[in-house]
């Protein structure tokens, strides 16, 4: 099973831009569809974002998109998550996750998490 990692999550204002990493081991992600989702205090874990295994389709929920962009590079075992635009509702804990094969919008059908990385924005 791979193993995720996720990093830089940090202290922003609203309007900045931000950039997620996650880095994968123990396993190539050519073989897994990637996703990022997001949890904030008190609420459930939310799809943000996804990409096909071969980046040719993506998927965001209606918050998002516009101003977030899911990319991979798979020769680097990496995904990322550029977020323009941020806002206080932005603020959360974000987390990579990985599904063999295709990629869904619950959390349910993905297996391989990371730890998570905090982002927090403020006004």
């Known amino acids: 099973q791979v193993q995720l990692r996720e990093s830089g999550g940090r202290l922003v204002t609203a309007g900045d831009t931000l950039t997620l990493f996650c880095v994968a081991s123990g396993r190539s992600l050519d073989d897994y569809a990637m996703a990022w989702f997001r949890q904030a205090p008190g609420k459930e874990r939310e799809f943000e974002a996804a990409?096909?295994?071969?980046?040719?389709?993506?998927s965001y929920t209606d918050s998002v998109r516009g101003r977030f962009t899911i990319s991979r590079n798979n020769a680097r075992n990496a995904v990322y998550l550029r977020m323009n635009g941020l806002s206080t509702r932005d603020t959360a804990v974000y987390y990579c996750?990985?599904?063999?094969?295709?990629?869904?919008?619950?959390?349910?059908?993905?297996?391989?998490w990371g730890q998570g990385t905090q982002v927090t924005v403020s006004s």
């Open positions: 996750a990985a599904r063999e094969g295709h990629y869904t919008n619950y959390a349910a059908d993905f297996r391989s």
């Open positions: 990409i096909s295994l071969d980046a040719q389709s993506t």
